[in-house]
């Protein structure tokens, strides 16, 4: 059984940073792409970032380029969202997420697995 733990959400000032993790434990790393995602009070769940398999490719909603980076650690089975520069609007649920295809999708609908979310709060 595939499980996705995410972690490292919390409380920061806006322009403040934060790294979230995402464990995938049940099977290897290497068989997903991964994605984050995020979900305000309100709104739909909306695509943040994703990495290929390998780790090779990575993709950024245009709202965090520059600021936010995926990456990816096969060995270590875990996945990381660099988030700098945060703004309070950036306040959300962040979800982690795999998908058995090479390079994940931007649509929730279609990742297979889910982490339980961590919260992030960016006061203003």
């Known amino acids: 059984q595939v499980q996705l733990v995410d972690s490292g959400g919390g409380l920061v000032q806006a322009g403040g940073s934060l790294r979230l993790s995402c464990a995938l434990s049940g099977r290897t790393l290497t068989f997903y792409a991964m994605g984050w995602f995020r979900q305000a009070p309100g709104k739909e769940r909306e695509f943040v970032a994703r990495?290929?398999?390998?780790?090779?490719?990575?993709w950024h909603a245009d709202s965090v380029k520059g600021r936010f980076t995926i990456s990816r650690e096969n060995a270590n089975m875990t996945v990381y969202l660099r988030m700098n520069d945060l703004k309070p609007e950036e306040t959300a649920v962040y979800y982690c997420?795999?998908?058995?295809?090479?390079?994940?999708?931007?649509?929730?609908?279609?990742?297979?697995?889910w982490g339980k979310g961590t919260l992030v709060t960016v006061s203003s």
């Open positions: 997420a795999a998908d058995e295809s090479t390079y994940g999708s931007r649509q929730p609908e279609e990742m297979d697995y």
């Open positions: 990495i290929s398999r390998s780790g090779v490719s990575t």
